[in-house]
């Protein structure tokens, strides 16, 4: 039989097929809305079943071992199999379950599933379990980051958060996943700021005040006379030379330690030029990014979230003292000169251990 497109049964058939797929997704609506890792735990393997099943102490031990597999791909690169090998943790104590035998022909209803999140009595058992769960999250989240899947990721992180809302990594990559699409707006600016600002509270108070100082600064230019906010839409170039005159009074080591922050190979940078137009470039590709200039009521904005973002990047890897000279330029317009410093305590891992 003829099924190609000008044949108007292979057509009605289309049709057909379309219309089918529409009724199905009404009737699936909630588990559409969960997010991958939660959806994928109805399909996994036998291997992760039959651990569901077993005492608290050897199902947390196969998790375990599941999530440390993921760790290991992650550090190879291959983001897909370590996210399946996270979920796969995650799906030995959260998961979905279809009390419908012929599901996988009938396809998917929200009245068949059944939700299971296990809870222990123990306290310091559940501790070790919400460990697990958030550490998972924050590495699905970190994976989906670089893989350009920012709603996931954004749905990840607030699942780690509800487990740990002091959580600064959370904080940290769902701001990230918010502003890097080129989509995201205003809306999503605040959000980011809104996240970075929870993030830094629950951090060192020298941090908290170089923010504090930023974001004063902020207000004052926003409530200046009209003449004023017209001078100050020539203050993003003043901020960019700023950017610029720290960077050249770094040490190698001390960019070094942005560009690992960062994720970026910095052994394939052969010269110190290299180093400072790559760092330079960590701070400034909020602005660079945009095709049009932005509003002068948000080019503040942008320059005081990238600052913001390497405060907070550079604080959770321990360098206090490149943090306080970046937020002190950014403040004071650059004019400082300061010598370099000694290379500041190991990076935070890019995955969580």
Same mark, same amino acid.
Request: hydrophobic share 35%; charged share 30%.
């Given at each position: 039989?003829?099924? /190609?497109?000008? !044949?108007?049964?292979?057509?009605?058939?289309?049709?057909?097929?379309?219309?089918?797929?529409?009724?199905?997704? *009404?009737?699936?609506?909630?588990?559409?809305?969960? +997010? *991958?890792?939660?959806?994928?735990?109805?399909?996994?393997?036998?291997?992760?079943?039959?651990?569901?099943?077993?005492?608290?102490?050897?199902?947390?031990?196969?998790?375990? %071992?599941?999530?440390?597999?993921? !760790?290991?791909?992650?550090?190879?690169?291959?983001? =897909?199999?370590?996210?399946?090998?996270?979920?796969?943790?995650?799906?030995?104590?959260?998961?979905?379950?279809?009390?419908? +035998?012929?599901?996988?022909?009938?396809?998917?209803?929200?009245?068949?599933?059944?939700?299971?999140?296990?809870?222990?009595? %123990?306290? =310091?058992? *559940?501790?070790?379990? !919400?460990?697990?769960?958030?550490?998972?999250?924050? !590495?699905?989240?970190?994976?989906?980051?670089?893989?350009?899947?920012?709603?996931?990721?954004?749905?990840?992180?607030?699942?780690?958060?509800?487990?740990?809302?002091?959580?600064?990594?959370?904080?940290?990559?769902?701001?990230?996943?918010?502003?890097?699409?080129?989509? /995201?707006?205003?809306?999503?600016f605040d959000r980011a700021i809104s996240d970075l600002q929870k993030a830094i509270d629950l951090t060192d108070k020298s941090v908290q005040q170089m923010l504090h100082d930023l974001q004063e600064e902020e207000r004052n230019k926003k409530s200046? /006379?009209?003449?004023?906010?017209?001078?100050?839409?020539?203050? +993003?170039?003043?901020?960019?030379?700023?950017?610029?005159?720290?960077?050249?009074?770094?040490?190698?080591?001390?960019?070094? *330690?942005?560009?690992?922050?960062?994720?970026? %190979?910095?052994?394939?940078?052969?010269?110190?030029?290299?180093?400072?137009?790559?760092?330079?470039?960590?701070?400034?590709?909020?602005?660079?990014?945009?095709?049009? +200039?932005?509003?002068?009521?948000?080019?503040?904005t942008i320059i005081l979230l990238a600052v913001a973002w390497t405060l907070l990047r550079l604080y959770t890897s321990g360098g206090l003292s490149v943090l306080t000279r970046i937020a002190m330029n950014a403040v004071s317009g650059g004019t400082?000169?300061?010598?370099?410093?000694?290379?500041?305590?190991?990076?935070?891992?890019?995955? %969580?251990?």
């Open positions: 039989m003829d099924m /190609s497109a000008e !044949n108007p049964f292979a057509d009605l058939m289309t049709k057909a097929v379309k219309l089918k797929g529409a009724q199905q997704a *009404q009737l699936r609506t909630q588990f559409d809305s969960w +997010p *991958q890792y939660f959806q994928h735990s109805l399909f996994m393997q036998d291997s992760v079943i039959s651990v569901r099943s077993k005492p608290f102490l050897e199902r947390i031990a196969a998790a375990e %071992d599941m999530k440390a597999a993921g !760790n290991d791909h992650f550090s190879k690169e291959a983001l =897909e199999e370590a996210v399946a090998e996270y979920e796969k943790a995650l799906a030995v104590f959260k998961y979905l379950e279809n009390k419908d +035998p012929g599901w996988k022909k009938k396809g998917i209803e929200d009245t068949d599933m059944l939700t299971t999140d296990f809870k222990c009595d %123990d306290l =310091e058992d *559940q501790n070790r379990l !919400n460990t697990l769960k958030t550490s998972c999250y924050l !590495n699905i989240a970190v994976a989906k980051l670089k893989l350009k899947e920012f709603a996931v990721c954004i749905r990840a992180c607030d699942d780690a958060l509800e487990l740990d809302p002091r959580n600064v990594k959370a904080y940290f990559r769902r701001a990230q996943a918010l502003i890097t699409p080129a989509s /995201s707006g205003a809306l999503e200046s /006379s009209s003449e004023k906010r017209t001078e100050s839409r020539a203050s +993003p170039p003043n901020a960019v030379e700023s950017v610029d005159s720290l960077l050249k009074s770094m040490s190698n080591a001390e960019i070094t *330690q942005m560009l690992r922050c960062e994720g970026i %190979d910095y052994h394939k940078i052969s010269d110190r030029e290299q180093f400072l137009e790559t760092a330079r470039h960590v701070l400034l590709s909020k602005i660079d990014e945009k095709k049009e +200039p932005p509003k002068p009521s948000y080019a503040r400082e000169s300061n010598t370099a410093e000694q290379e500041a305590a190991n990076v935070m891992d890019i995955f %969580d251990d």
